[in-house]
């Protein structure tokens, strides 16, 4: 798809697969390659493989595969072009010029970018208020009360917006229209139609996008100001469901550890990450979005649960948590005594003493079932509301056979008859919408080793690769065997040297994955001599199966002077075959 010459093929060959790839799955090195899980179908044991040489990836299981282009197009769900702009500038590589756009695609974006550069702006600006401000000074003792220096507030770009309600706008009119600074939920309009600045004597916490880049604020009241916290709108540039704070500092420490600490709040993630944890995000809210969760299982699919467990907003929290489970994370909780909220707790007892909390987390359903088992049940009625209770989580896990440990575990905790349990799971089950059904398995038939080995020595036996691609094509010696296809495409262009992904893109998916998986296989450097083995196998082959047809007809009675030269050329083919 990527054509010589073109910004496409440019694209390709400076980047790197394993470095954007690595932005989506967590990678391990495993010899010559890298592994993780797959993002294209649910598994608990890596079987997505990243082939640095040869820049394409291949997944064991459910067969997906290709280049680069390929992994952002499925993985983000998008067209062709847009995988290269996408994968270019994962890689630093200077776009040329925007594609051809509408006149009004070119305005949204050049409003898009004027509203970062307006936030970044609006971020110094805030920061400046807090560290020289007048106003700054309450605001200052305010955050070094609750702990905070002011090497952790320019870590974290904390500010202050001024009481004034004119400071921002002032500072920003007279470089943006206002049609500009109305949309960026910076300001709001009064009753006479002016503008006035949205956040007024409140601590600011700039909110980034997970490119690092600042798309709205958080502010907090200093005094009784109602709301506590105030966000920025839903604006161009932001959409409160696709952000998790802090994801852009946590992104490194997410793949690490392969974990994310999920908190609630700013100050909790700030406390958190300043006690060493850099793996932490706060969804700013008790109830994640869906979109928030696909943003983190770009990074991990465990997550520990860090809410404050007697919030107002537990009905919500439980929700979100019961999407986790839905989306296969493996969910913990992190419940700390005494109720506090991380920032209250590692301020009193100290980041060891919250670590060894965080390595002891319950899995979610532990939670839930000690949950359980608090509630009144010394009635049949009382039983049966702790089991009603637990039932919706049980019935949100996706596999089968978690479910059936956890009801295990239910009965015998609740004390309930694991028949009943069963049962009534059973009926939840029904109800429950259909399970998403992997991709058809695709059927790989068994490939005969001299053929697995030939099909790697036209693509990589830069010595004689050339003339082994002439002796197979003069013999036909590919003729009727499963790979015949790939060996066609394979003969066909063994003069140009086209990289692993070309090739593939002249294959049918079934066939791109049989020689994905061959490239995949760690192997050593291929001789003359190996050629001309594997090459002996296929024309063995060959004899056969003209044996066998030869058979079929002389066993169906062929006319005699017709059966006198079928019987010669059979004894030629045996004389053949009992030369090798
Ligand atoms: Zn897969």
Request: proline share 5%; aromatic share 8%; net charge positive.
């Amino acid at each position: 798809m990527a054509e010589a010459g073109s910004f496409a093929e440019k694209v390709k060959q400076q980047a790197d697969i394993v470095r954007v790839i690595g932005e989506y799955v967590r990678l391990r090195k495993t010899g010559q390659n890298f592994t993780g899980l797959c993002p294209f179908h649910q598994e608990k044991t890596p079987s997505f493989a990243v082939h640095p040489l040869r820049q394409i990836y291949h997944c064991f299981g459910c067969g997906a595969g290709g280049d680069v282009f390929k992994f952002v197009m499925e993985v983000d769900k998008c067209p062709f072009p847009e995988a290269v702009r996408t994968v270019a500038e994962k890689c630093g590589i200077a776009i040329p010029r925007p594609p051809e756009r509408s006149p009004e695609e070119r305005r949204e974006n050049q409003q898009r970018s004027a509203l970062v550069e307006m936030h970044g702006e609006a971020a110094t600006f805030f920061s400046r208020q807090l560290h020289e401000g007048a106003e700054g000074k309450v605001a200052m003792a305010y955050l070094e009360d609750r702990g905070l220096d002011r090497e952790a507030m320019k870590r974290f770009g904390l500010g202050f917006a001024p009481f004034s309600g004119d400071a921002l706008r002032r500072h920003l009119k007279s470089k943006y229209p206002e049609k500009l600074l109305e949309a960026s939920g910076l300001f709001s309009r009064d009753q006479s139609g002016r503008l006035y600045d949205r956040f007024r004597r409140r601590i600011m916490f700039p909110i980034a996008n997970d490119a690092g880049k600042i798309i709205a604020f958080g502010g907090r009241a200093m005094g009784d100001d109602m709301p506590k916290y105030l966000n920025s709108p839903e604006s161009p540039i932001y959409s409160k469901s696709n952000v998790l704070y802090h994801l852009d500092r946590a992104k490194e420490a997410l793949r690490r550890n392969d974990f994310a600490i999920l908190v609630e709040g700013y100050m909790d993630a700030i406390a958190v990450a300043r006690a060493g944890i850099a793996n932490v995000v706060a969804s700013c809210g008790t109830s994640l979005a869906e979109p928030q969760i696909k943003l983190l299982a770009r990074f991990t699919h465990r997550v520990v649960v860090n809410y404050d467990p007697d919030t107002a907003g537990q009905a919500a929290t439980e929700r979100s948590l019961a999407l986790l489970l839905e989306k296969e994370f493996d969910v913990r909780v992190l419940a700390l005594p005494g109720n506090a909220d991380p920032d209250k707790f590692l301020k009193e007892q100290g980041a060891a003493a919250y670590g060894k909390l965080l390595a002891q987390a319950p899995p979610y359903l532990d939670y839930l079932i000690a949950r359980a088992r608090r509630m009144d049940r010394s009635t049949a009625e009382g039983k049966l509301a702790a089991l009603n209770f637990l039932m919706p989580y049980l019935q949100r896990l996706p596999n089968k056979l978690l479910r059936s440990e956890w009801a295990s575990r239910i009965a015998s905790e609740l004390r309930v008859d694991e028949p009943v349990l069963r049962e009534a799971l059973r009926r939840a089950a029904a109800e429950r919408r259909s399970e998403v059904k992997p991709k058809t398995e695709l059927l790989v038939p068994p490939i005969r080793p001299a053929e697995r080995r030939l099909m790697r020595m036209l693509v990589e036996a830069e010595g004689f690769r050339e003339k082994l691609g002439e002796m197979l094509a003069a013999e036909a010696l590919h003729r009727g065997l499963e790979t015949e296809r790939i060996f066609d495409a394979l003969i066909s262009k063994v003069g140009e040297h086209p990289d692993a992904a070309t090739l593939a893109a002249a294959l049918e998916d079934r066939d791109r994955r049989v020689l994905f998986e061959v490239l995949f296989e760690e192997a050593e450097e291929a001789t003359w001599e190996e050629a001309e083995s594997c090459l002996a196998v296929l024309r063995s082959r060959s004899v056969e199966n003209e044996l066998a047809e030869l058979q079929k007809k002389i066993e169906a009675k062929a006319a005699p002077t017709e059966l006198n030269r079928l019987l010669a050329r059979r004894l030629e083919l045996q004389k053949i075959l009992a030369q090798r």
